[in-house]
């Protein structure tokens, strides 16, 4: 017999558990079990987070935040071009480096895949947030007018979750869903905003939560929460198409560096070319004087320099367009594109 049925039977007739009657044997089996136990709630908890979680649910792990994604691309970008730049180099030996310009493209495919998922779960992020931070004062602004009805929160929360209101609307039947098991309104709007995670609803829903911990009236807390996030929202559209001007600069000036490369190749070089020929046959003063132009090296010279330009100026227009960087990665990725097929198929 274990020490929990020792327990549990002594306890069901009404008596005091002797604890110093307990064999010894017994006790170290109990005491066991709570190891075991003890064990088992570590093992589950380890495999709930960092990489156990990561090996169970790879999918969710990596999509949760677009920065985790790379922890796949990276690696799968190396390989690409490791094995890659392994094929070239036994196929066509060393000279591949210098000769042609498959290194190149080569780096510019594990470039691209090691920065294309993030750009796309960064594109879909910022999309979602902005999507919530539109939907966030028409849903104070209506809990408050129910309020101010004379209906209690729980109430108003309930009502208005019957409402439409995008993607917040799966946040709001949550919180309507809290308030109908009685949960407090503060401890709700505060899981409600851990719920929706962007800047602007965490920023709210702290000033709901702290306003209302101070007594104040509930409809005029959630009407000030209301103007609070349209204003902000209203402020981050008004600077995003006021920078708009300077993105289509960024764009023009890289056109135009381009462009400038194809008239200088397509003229300039490929006259001096043609005059360094003809010149190395007049003899040693005239190679001198004028020398051999190696029109393949300056092509990759500016290939590289174009290439570069636009995977910055990408950054550039992320930065001053929607004062993220990371959202310029997908800028970057269309001017390394048009940069990479202009010099393969233009230049």
């Given at each position: ?68 994604v790379l922890f796949a691309s990276i690696p799968i970008a190396l390989i690409v071009f490791i094995s890659g730049f392994s094929i070239l180099i036994a196929f066509y030996g060393i ?9 190149d493209d080569l780096f510019i495919l594990a470039v691209l895949i090691a920065v294309t998922p993030l750009a796309i779960l960064d594109f879909q992020d910022k999309r979602r947030i ?218």
């Open positions: 017999m274990k020490f929990r049925d020792i327990f549990d039977d002594f306890t069901s007739r009404g008596q005091k558990a002797p604890e110093m009657q307990v064999p010894l044997s017994d006790m170290e089996s109990y005491e066991h079990e709570q190891q075991e136990i003890i064990k088992t709630l570590e093992r589950e908890r380890k495999l709930r987070s960092g990489l156990g979680r990561l090996l169970k649910h790879p999918f969710q792990v990596l999509t949760e935040r677009p920065t985790n000279e591949v480096i210098f000769t042609t310009t498959m290194v902005r999507s919530l931070e539109e939907a966030l004062p028409n849903f104070f602004r209506d809990v408050a007018g129910m309020n101010d009805s004379g209906m209690t929160l729980p109430n108003a929360v309930h009502v208005v979750a019957q409402g439409e209101y995008g993607s917040l609307t799966p946040h709001v039947k949550k919180l309507d869903a809290d308030m109908s098991w009685n949960v407090p309104f503060v401890e709700a709007i505060y899981r409600f905003g851990m719920r929706v995670a962007t800047p602007l609803a965490v920023r709210s829903v702290d000033l709901i939560a702290k306003a209302s911990k101070a007594g104040g009236n509930a409809s005029e807390v959630l009407r000030a929460a209301a103007t609070d996030t349209y204003e902000f929202f209203n402020l981050k559209t008004d600077r995003r198409n006021s920078m708009l001007i300077y993105m289509v600069i960024i764009f023009v000036a890289f056109a135009v560096f381009l462009f400038v490369i194809a008239i200088l190749v397509s003229t300039f070089l490929t006259t001096m070319a043609e005059a360094g020929a003809a010149v190395a046959g007049s003899g040693a003063a005239g190679r001198q004087f004028i020398g051999t132009v190696d029109i393949f090296f300056y092509k990759r010279l500016f290939s590289h320099a174009g290439l570069i330009q636009g995977f910055f100026s990408g950054l550039v227009a992320g930065q001053m367009g929607e004062g993220d960087a990371m959202a310029g990665f997908k800028y970057s990725i269309i001017m390394l594109v048009i940069a990479w097929l202009t010099f393969r198929f233009f230049i």
